[in-house]
């Protein structure tokens, strides 16, 4: 598999990280309009960077593209003459619909719209995918490419905005809760480091335990909350302080800010 990562940015460096962890590539193309600060890339032998999308495009089939969405129609619009029946146009770009892109390119092609996370770097993203018409031949393929990396959803491309909510930004609300416990930790008597150990084990934990058992949340909080014990007590005063409330109010916030730049 010939895989092009056209703007190899935050994200794109992320999933170009994902591919090389997992072998996941005969070879990759990384572009990038300065290429300078990924140039160390090339150090791995299936890699080339290079300014020039039109050369990606032509050696690569599968084409992914992480360019801010501002950018998107005009570099598509600048290679689209290359595309063949061999390419897969997979796109990251937050709020771009799969109608636009046809717009652009036709629906004579394999369009996947697909949303990834950071976390695509070490082989953990959570990806929700959804494809055009005639993209419905290559959604395994692409499910494919994202399950060697992490674990993918196909969803109705009605969902993407939620999805791009809760899997790609809730990338940074993770962060944000794994460092208040860490700063809970270090105010119990835990220096900075350790008290960071001590959260993402117990973050990675917990997820681990909803995966591996199916089961609802409430059901392992009701192993850990002895009656009249610590658990309930921080539990309950977290609730009065709004923290479930207050996660689901920011997650709308991101939401409706998604469908404000889409009027832009
Ligand atoms: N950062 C994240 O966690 C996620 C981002 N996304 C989406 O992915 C896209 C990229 O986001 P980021 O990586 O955060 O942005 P970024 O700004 O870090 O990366 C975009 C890259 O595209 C490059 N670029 C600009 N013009 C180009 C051109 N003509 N040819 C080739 N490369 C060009 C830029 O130099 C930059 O490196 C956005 O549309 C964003 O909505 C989606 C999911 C998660
Ligand atoms: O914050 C943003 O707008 C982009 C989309 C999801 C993650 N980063």
């Known amino acids: 598999m010939k895989i092009a990562i056209i703007g190899a940015g935050n994200l794109g460096l992320s999933i170009a990280k994902g591919i ?10 990384l572009t990038k309009r ?7 890339y090339e150090k791995y032998g299936n890699v080339t960077v290079t300014p020039d999308n039109r050369e990606a495009v032509a050696k690569c089939d599968i084409l992914i593209f992480a360019v801010q969405p501002g950018h998107f129609a005009s570099i598509l619009e600048s290679v689209k003459d290359l595309f063949t029946d061999n390419h897969v146009i997979i796109s990251t770009i937050t ?6 892109i046809e717009d652009v390119i036709g629906t004579d092609r394999y369009i996947i719209r697909s949303m990834p996370n950071t976390a695509i770097s070490v082989g953990e993203s959570m990806t929700c995918i959804c494809s055009n018409e005639k993209g419905k031949k290559r959604i395994e393929l692409a499910k494919a490419i994202f399950n060697r990396m992490g674990h993918s959803m196909e969803i109705p491309e009605s969902q993407m905005q ?5 899997c790609a930004s809730g990338i940074a ?28 084990h117990t973050c990675n934990g917990a997820a ?5 058992s199916g089961n ?32 689901i109010q920011g997650i709308v916030a991101s939401y409706d800010k998604i469908t404000e730049f889409k009027k832009r």
């Open 208 to 212: 681990k335990l909803l995966i591996e």
């Open 162 to 166: 939620a999805a791009t909510v809760i």
């Open 95 to 100: 709020g771009f619909e799969l109608n636009r």
């Open 34 to 40: 300065n290429v300078r600060s990924i140039s160390e």
């Open 20 to 29: 090389l962890n997992s072998n996941g590539a005969t070879s990759m193309y």
């Open 173 to 200: 609300f993770w962060m944000r809760l794994i460092r208040a416990t860490t700063q809970g930790a270090i105010q119990l008597g835990f220096d900075a480091r350790e008290a960071q150990e001590l959260a993402m």
């Open 216 to 247: 609802h949340p409430e059901e392992e909080i009701d192993r850990v909350t002895t009656p009249m014990g610590c658990t309930i007590q921080g539990l309950n005063e977290m609730e009065h302080q709004g923290l479930s409330s207050s996660l």
